[in-house]
């Protein structure tokens, strides 16, 4: 069976650097920070009071009242985002087979915010009984945006939740890809999305030392590859993408931002949060993403590598990426959105994706905010292009895109230009 070619027709976003595709994309080349105090609740009693949250949404904008009441806000966001793609792409659903045309979306905690909401306002008045809102399960539940995506459409294809960490969306993506080219859509909304910046969400990664404390600069915050980087800063938001069956997108001429040329996935097999120390699981996910793509190491020219700033995780990837490319590794850009966006959990490879797709189109590789001279670390080879604080212009050909999450889970998705 020939596989099919799959491409991308669409991109969707609500991000902490923007609530739409453009005002992300001139924020990410500018190196700008979505990193700012805390607004969603109170956070001044923890240790950290600070985060990358998505600015300035107002649902009423998006939905009616009623319908945003049944909603969390990851499905919120996901919502929109899809709604941007689908829009982007323009997709004619009239004239659609809607039965070949999926949702799959990657989300890591789903609810948490409703969650938190229902069990607290129940324990502060047991009294009064179990008095739920009969929308609790609903809302909380990580399939319900990509179900209520396929309601808005009517799309009825294959419509599920992937969940995996923070490679929850790039697994979605990796899915996507796979039952495209199999024949079994010909198009797919997939993305990520994850909204967990509440008491419990970030007071739990607190308690696990995972978060940035540097609450006098939040901006600074997240610093890959820098000495002095001490956690991620927790983000939120969404992004989609539309993937098409090459030979279906050209037939409605539909606009190719870039074709997905292969997926990775492999398993640490080493710990429930600590990366492999010498990024074993990385390097094997890197190569499966090549081989599936019949791309060699020097045919990359950009990775936008999971990068979280934490003192763990940066060294690894790199030492994975150094084993995996060789000497190809000093002649390609490495930069990390998260410096920028901060880390959205499971919906960080999608937006992740939708960067270096534009990276890809635009011929342009995005920085890695927040490093300053003499801070450097000794264990980090500063002689590969990590491409920091400002953007730098290159050819493209193709680019390659790391998520790694709690579990040892690990996921690479490649976009090359289309040929």
């Not at 979306?105 to 047991?126: M, N, Q």
């Not at 978060?211 to 991620?232: H, I, M, Q, V, Y």
Request: with cysteine; net charge negative.
């Amino acid at each position: 069976m020939k596989l099919k070619r799959v491409v991308v027709t669409g991109i969707g976003a609500v991000t902490p650097l923007g609530n739409t595709v453009p005002d992300l994309w001139d924020s990410v080349i500018s190196g700008r920070s979505g990193a700012a105090p805390i607004t969603h609740f109170d956070a001044s009693n923890f240790k950290v009071r600070f985060a990358c949250e998505v600015k300035n949404f107002n649902p009423s904008n998006y939905f009616e009242p009623k319908e945003a009441r049944k909603m969390d806000l990851f499905t919120q966001y996901a919502m929109v985002a899809a709604q941007e793609a689908v829009t982007d792409a323009k997709i004619d659903v009239e004239n659609e087979n809607l039965d070949k045309i999926g949702v799959i979306l990657g989300v890591g905690i789903g609810g948490i915010r409703t969650f938190e909401e229902e069990v607290t306002s129940y324990a502060t008045h047991p009294e009064l009984g179990p008095r739920f809102n009969p929308f609790f399960i609903p809302k909380m539940i990580a399939d319900i945006a990509p179900g209520l995506i396929s309601i808005k459409y009517g799309f009825r294809g294959m419509n599920f939740t992937v969940t995996s960490a923070c490679a929850s969306s790039t697994n979605a993506i990796c899915d996507a890809f796979n039952y495209i080219r199999l024949g079994k859509a010909n198009i797919i909304v997939v993305g990520g999305a994850e909204a967990a910046i509440c008491e419990s969400g970030v007071g739990g990664f607190i308690s696990m030392h995972a978060l940035s404390t540097r609450n006098d600069s939040p901006e600074t915050a997240s610093r890959p590859f820098s000495k002095s980087r001490d956690g991620f800063v927790l983000g939120e938001g969404a992004a989609c993408l539309i993937l098409e069956e090459y030979e279906h997108a050209v037939a409605r001429g539909a606009k190719i931002y870039a074709e997905v040329a292969g997926c990775g996935l492999s398993a640490d097999a080493h710990h429930i949060t600590a990366p492999h120390p010498e990024g074993k699981g990385a390097a094997a996910v890197m190569r499966d993403a090549l081989e599936d793509a019949e791309i060699r190491p020097e045919d990359i020219d950009y990775i936008n590598v999971h990068g979280t700033s934490t003192p763990l995780g940066d060294i690894a990837e790199l030492k994975a990426v150094k084993e995996v490319f060789g000497e190809a590794a000093y002649k390609l850009n490495i930069s990390s959105s998260k410096s920028m966006t901060g880390h959205l959990l499971g919906a960080a490879g999608a937006v992740e994706s939708l960067i270096s797709i534009l990276s890809v189109a635009n011929d342009i590789v995005t920085p890695t905010i927040n490093f300053t001279e003499g801070d450097e670390d000794p264990e980090i080879d500063y002689a590969l292009n990590l491409t920091f604080n400002t953007a730098q212009k290159r050819t493209v050909r193709a680019a390659l895109s790391n998520t790694f999450g709690f579990g040892g889970h690990n996921a690479s998705v490649i976009y090359k230009k289309l040929s």
